[in-house]
């Protein structure tokens, strides 16, 4: 199974670039916000989804292993395939798409083209409740005990609410609080729980 390709960009199509590495052009699907990424001529670094069917092996590129892992869980929806899940990352972003889903913003969902109302609702509903667990790039798993104890303390309400909101998501409780402190010391004590939730996602993004 191909989980990485890296090589120079060949050509770009509408849902389709073709990376040439090593002389062998590979055909990879991605989401409009990936492709419009791309340059033709640079050199590009994609992680991989391989699907193999019995008629075609299909290989499906994203920027970073988050965007991956929602291409993933989204499948896990039922209604929602291959082309639906590109369709939702090439509107919404890993980040857009947590905190639709951790505000039960469906609406956002729905711009998709081709996701209607109930499938939108569907899939905030039904990942919430999954609350899956995506990787997050930035985290050292060699964390020490001290070196999370020294996190800012929540303390208001709506700290709380988003810290509760993120760790439903799939983030351990730590980095939740992490993210939620930083926010709340960015954008002030009296902020509200959605604009903790947006900054704070944005924190355990990078």
Not at 40 to 52: M, N, P, Q, R
Not at 75 to 85: E, F, H, P
Request: no cysteine; net charge negative; aromatic share 4%.
């Amino acid at each position: 199974m191909i989980g990485k390709l890296r090589g120079k960009v060949d050509a770009i199509g509408e849902s389709v670039v073709i990376l040439d590495v090593g002389g062998v052009g590979y055909e990879v699907q991605a989401s409009a916000r990936t492709l419009r990424a791309l340059e033709l001529g640079d050199e590009a670094s994609l992680t991989i989804d391989t699907h193999v069917r019995e008629d075609a092996i299909r290989l499906y590129g994203f920027a970073t292993e988050v965007e991956r892992s929602w291409f993933r869980t989204l499948q896990t929806i039922q209604g929602v395939g291959a082309k639906v899940s590109l369709a939702v990352l090439g509107i919404l972003s890993p980040a857009d798409l947590a905190n639709a889903i951790a505000l039960g913003n469906w609406q956002a969902v729905e711009q998709t083209p081709g996701v209607g109302k109930k499938l939108a609702q569907r899939i905030v509903a039904e990942l919430k409740d999954k609350a899956p667990a995506l990787s997050m790039a930035g985290l050292s798993a060699g964390e020490t005990a001290g070196a999370a104890a020294s996190a800012v303390a929540v303390e208001s309400h709506a700290s709380a609410e988003a810290v509760s909101a993120l760790t439903n998501l799939g983030y351990q409780p730590i980095e939740a609080a992490r993210a939620v402190a930083a926010a709340a010391k960015e954008l002030g004590a009296d902020s509200d729980t959605a604009a903790l939730i947006r900054y704070g996602l944005k924190e355990l993004s990078f």
